[in-house]
């Protein structure tokens, strides 16, 4: 059965101090990583798409990075406006040509205080 | 550019009561996602459509839950009879769609709250 698991479910952080968000993977065939933020109250917003090994993606304090068995989203120099949810979530390729079901993680809740 | 719109954002029925969602996903995308959020947990996927017909609704409870996509642009997810469990977000999302783009762009929920 395909699964994300995300670590920690919680991460508390002060200003500026650098740290990184995990997110393990098990599925039969991945065609892309996708990361989300979601502040409380709101929808997730998309951050980025990882398609394969090797691969990262900056945008502004973040960078994502994808291996064959897990992601990370590292976190350089936070700000108290990155607190927020951080949702991982698998694209399935079984179901790839049937229009692309994304199989979300539990989310990493982030808290940075000044 | 307008994003995902959806509506009510927050409703708050009795148990046994019917509720229905609406969403309004963004222009020109043929993908619709409905998702339930349930707190704490990231969302789960209940139904896809591709333009108006449906692609996946292996996860929607049937026996209660329904949703309609007609003319391949509007969408509305339908509860009846609600349950205390069905308690959670309801997230609209929409992509491009197939070979094109899986990028999903998520609206702002509707919270339900069933008593």
């Known amino acids: 059965e395909d699964q994300v698991t995300q670590s920690p479910e919680a991460l508390r952080l002060q200003e500026g101090e650098s740290s990184s968000l995990n997110c393990s993977y098990t599925v039969s065939g991945l065609r892309g990583l996708f990361w989300y933020r979601q502040d409380p109250g709101k929808g997730p917003e998309f951050l980025f798409t990882?398609?394969?090994a090797g691969e990262e993606k900056e945008k502004e304090r973040l960078k994502a990075t994808l291996t064959k068995k897990e992601s990370f989203l590292h976190i350089t120099a936070p700000k108290p406006e990155d607190s927020a949810t951080y949702l991982c979530a698998v694209l399935n390729a079984t179901i790839y040509n049937q229009g692309g079901k994304l199989i979300f993680g539990q989310g990493t809740e982030l808290s940075v205080k000044p | 550019e307008a994003g995902v719109a959806q509506s009510p954002r927050y409703k708050i029925i009795e148990k046994r009561q019917s509720v229905a969602f609406w969403c309004n996903p963004i222009s020109g995308h043929a993908t619709l996602y409905w998702y339930q959020q349930i707190l704490g947990q990231g969302p789960k996927l209940l139904i896809q459509?591709?333009?108006?017909?449906?692609?996946?609704d292996s996860q929607l409870p049937k026996d209660r839950f329904s949703a309609e996509r007609l003319k391949g642009v509007d969408s509305t997810l339908k509860i009846q009879p609600a349950k205390l469990e069905d308690s959670a977000v309801y997230l609209c999302?929409?992509?491009?769609?197939?070979?094109?783009?899986?990028?999903?762009?998520f609206g702002p929920g509707t919270r339900l709250t069933v008593t």
């Open positions: 459509f591709q333009n108006n017909g449906v692609v996946d």
């Open positions: 999302a929409s992509s491009l769609g197939w070979f094109q783009s899986y990028e999903q762009y």
């Open positions: 990882l398609y394969s």
